[in-house]
Structure formats: C-alpha cells, structure tokens
C-alpha cells in the first residue's frame, strides 16, 4: 500500500514512453506501482541492498544517461524510465579451490578485462558510489587484494555491465575477487570454523525444530520482535 | 632522498615483478624514493594512433592525474614521473604530448571526464627511469658499484618504444648511447650489434609464435656473433620474446645456443651488490646464473 503526505505535488513522468502523473515524493518503484505497474521481476528487498531493481533513466533537458535503484531513487519531474530487470551476463563457473589468486586466473574467466579502456562509465553508473573502474583495474594487474576490498559493496545491479563499452561485466569480476581474496588471502577465520563446528555437532538443532514446527501466528511475533544487531 | 611519483604499469606487478623489485633496491642504494600512486590503472598499452582514437588517450592521461595528486599531497617534490615499462613510458609520453598540442583532442578527453573530481593540467613530465638516471649523473651510478661486472660482455637492446617516434625517445633514435653510458658506469664490456633496435615482433608473441621466435632468433644470434654474453633490455615484453620465447627459437632452429636476457636494472643490482632479492634472477628465462657464477660475478 503507498501512503501519500499531505499536499504531494503531483508530477509527470515517462514509464517506458508512456506519460503519468505521480506523487513527487515516491521512489521510482513505488511510482511505477501507483501508475498500475506489478513487479514480477526486477525487485527484492525494497531496501536498497538486493540489487534487482535496476533503472535507467533520463532526467528532462538533460542528455546524460544515469542509473539508479529503483527503490532508492525518488522521481522527478520530466523522468523518462526504463527498468532493467534483468541484465543478462556470462557468469563462469569454476572450482575455487583450484585457482589461484592472480591476474591469470581473472584474465582466465573474464578476458574482456583487458579490455579495460579506463573510461570509467562504470563508476559513474553505479548506484552505490563503488570505484568499478579501480577495482577492475586493480584485478586486471591481480591486486586481488583492492578488487576485493573496492567492490565489497557491489550489489550485482549491472548498471556497470549494462554500460560498459568494453563489454565487461565488472560485477562478476568482483565477485571472483571477493571469492579468491577469502579463500587465499584472509583464509578461515576461527570464529566461523568454532561455529560450523557448533551446528555439525547439533547445537542448534532442537531450536531449528523448535522454529519449523511454530504455528504461522506464532512465527510473525516471534519475527517482529527479534533482536537486531546494531549497526 | 628525491621523491619521484612512479607508475609500475600492470606487467610490472605480474610478469616482470623482477624489473620492479631491482628497481627498487637500485633507485634507493642511489637515494632516491619512488612514490607509487595509490590509484592507477593500466597505461592503456599501445599508443591510439587513429586520429579519432580519443578514447584511447582517456587511461593514461587519467594517470598523469594521479600523478598531479601525489604532487598536489605533497608526496613527492615534482611534477616528473618515472616508467620502466617501455611501452608504459611510451604510451604515457605520447598520450601526454597529445593533450598538450592538440587543443581538439584535449577537449573532448575532458568532455568525457566531464563530473569527475580532477581534471589534468597538461603539466607532468613522463621520464624512463634510464633519463633519470643519466640525470643523477653516471659518476653517482658508477660510485655505488661495489662489483664491478668486469668481463661481461653485454649487448644493450632497446627495442622500438624507447626510441622511437623522434621526441618522444629517450635518446637518438638511430645511435642511442644510453644504455651503454650505464654499462660502462657498471664496469661491463658493451658490445654494439646491428639489430640493437629491431622489433622483437611484440605482441605478435601471442598468436603468431613463429614471428616472434624467427625475429627473436636474428636479434639474439646477432648478438651472439657479436660477441655477447648476454642482452640487457628495458622491455618486459621484449624480456619475453627475447627471453621465455627462446624454447620456441630453439625448437624452430635446433642449432641455437640459448643467451641470457635480463633487465639493466638487475645487472645494476648486482654491481652494487644489494643481494639475490634485488637482482631477483630466478624469474629469468633462460637463466642467467650459471653464466654469472662462470663470469666469478655470483658465488
């Protein structure tokens, strides 16, 4: 359900070329429902973190193409929008415990990297303020190390893939990254190791249990009333 | 202590880990501080020579950028930095000459850096770390040679990218003296050979091996018949088309005798006696050891 403050300017804006008029103050999701449209692909959390809800868009008079979250970006007048819902993408499959962590193996996956014309697009397409170029960069000289710790926040939109020239799809590099850079870089950490330890020997199984069976009423206190760890 | 920005370029940190590593251990036995940028991407290898190739200029001049911000921090003393990669150099330098010239160019480079945080002023100067070198003078060179490479024969090659185009080589391009000003300084015995500036067949190494080997093969038994023991290059890709490719040549021309190929900062490190980690020969193919040890210039 979408709640409208009081006196929300109405605006105008193009879903696909086609014209509406909207509350101001919604997102770009949100708009895009209260114009009739129904996600069926193309969004997720609804908070900003998930990544499915990629938009490109125009804003009126302007001839920059930009991207954004279409849950986080709020609508403006004039807005012509487009959502990706999908961006389609070659994503390798390969045995992590094989590789090694280097630029060989990233230019063995991904190729395209080298073709890296440092235009940075990328960056200025993504939604979350990441440095793609840098971090495709420093892969490509196998700084696994900066790939991994620059695309941390990646969300896997592929705004960055949607327009790189080069073809590149920066956020499965990253992703590639971030793999070999805790597999051979930080390696294991004890904590994790103590804890699977923990759930192999059946810690937690009666609690599981517990859970499975609760009846659905049950369930939802249960889940608004958790505890939350503070950021 | 100098300090000089630096920028490695991407093969630097991979394949020719023991050009950087020599470098290093040279550059400050001779007090000098080489400042790598914290950001940097790839040189953009290979200068765009399309005229309406702008996008290509866009990586190297962004790390000339890098290079204004390290001066701009106060990082280093000046706006110069330094290359060892051949084609690095190369592409920086002329990427830079473009953008100071060529007013139309300049503009649209800046177009599409449009809504980024620095934009270049035109001012680095990109130097080959053998200019500065020449710059400290060879006197200060040959003042820290400790082992002076006395009876080694050694063959300079440059290659193309350190010569050539006119005005952006580092030295004349037709009779350069550089290299062999260093040897000297280093106490080895220069030996000159026709094919010092022949192409090495570049990056045909990767889908025409038999191009490579073949050219490979002229430099390398020119510099044979000339007498050397071995060459010294500037170039990692030169280092393995010279160097690593020599399997091929020798399967190609069965009769061939293999010749070390080794950067002129790792001869440096070993006449300064900064220790196997500075010369960093393991990585060299073939290797130059067994002929050093024969030489009594390695135990």
Known sequence: ?231 | MTRLAYYPGCTLKTNARNFEESTMATAEALGVELVEPGRWNCCGTVHALAKDDVMHHLAPIRNLIRVEELNAEGSVDSKKVVTLCAMCYNTLKRSNQVFNQDSDKRKKIRDIMTKEDTQYSGGVEVIHYLEALKEQGWDKVAAQVKKPLKGLKVAPYYGCLLLRPRGIGIDDADSPTIMEDLLKALGAEVVSFAYSQKCCGSYHTVHMREVVADLSHKILKQAEVAGADMLVTACPLCEYNLGQRQTQVKQQYPSFNSIPVVYFTQLMALAFGLGEEATAFEANRPEPTPLLKEKGLLE
Do not use: W
Request: hydrophobic residues 35%.
């Open chain 1, 1 to 231: 359900m979408i709640c409208l403050e009081n006196n929300d300017e109405m605006i105008t804006i193009f879903v696909m070329g086609k014209k509406h008029r909207v509350p101001g103050s919604l997102t770009i999701m949100k708009a895009m429902e209260y114009t009739g449209h129904q996600f069926r692909r193309g969004a997720g959390c609804r908070g900003g973190f998930c990544g499915a809800c990629a938009t490109l868009y125009r804003k009126k008079g302007s001839y920059k193409l930009e991207g954004a979250l279409a849950c986080q970006k709020i609508v403006e007048d004039g807005m012509y929008i487009a959502q990706i819902p999908f961006s389609p993408s070659e994503k390798k499959t390969y045995n992590l415990n094989e590789l090694k962590p280097d630029a060989p193996t990233i230019l063995e996956y991904y190729p395209e990297v080298s073709r890296c014309l440092a235009c940075n697009t990328c960056t200025k397409a993504c939604p979350q303020d990441i440095m793609v170029m840098d971090y495709v960069q420093a892969s490509l000289r196998g700084d696994i190390e900066q790939a991994a710790k620059l695309s941390f926040d990646c969300l896997s939109c592929g705004l960055c893939a949607v327009r790189c020239p080069a073809e590149i799809v920066p956020y499965n590099v990253g992703q590639l990254a971030r793999r070999l850079y805790s597999k051979y870089v930080v390696g294991p950490t004890q904590h994790v190791l103590d804890r699977v330890k923990e759930v192999e020997e059946g810690k937690y199984d009666e609690e599981v249990k517990e859970l499975m069976n609760m009846p659905l009423d049950k369930l939802k206190v249960k889940y608004n009333t958790r505890d939350k760890v503070e950021e």
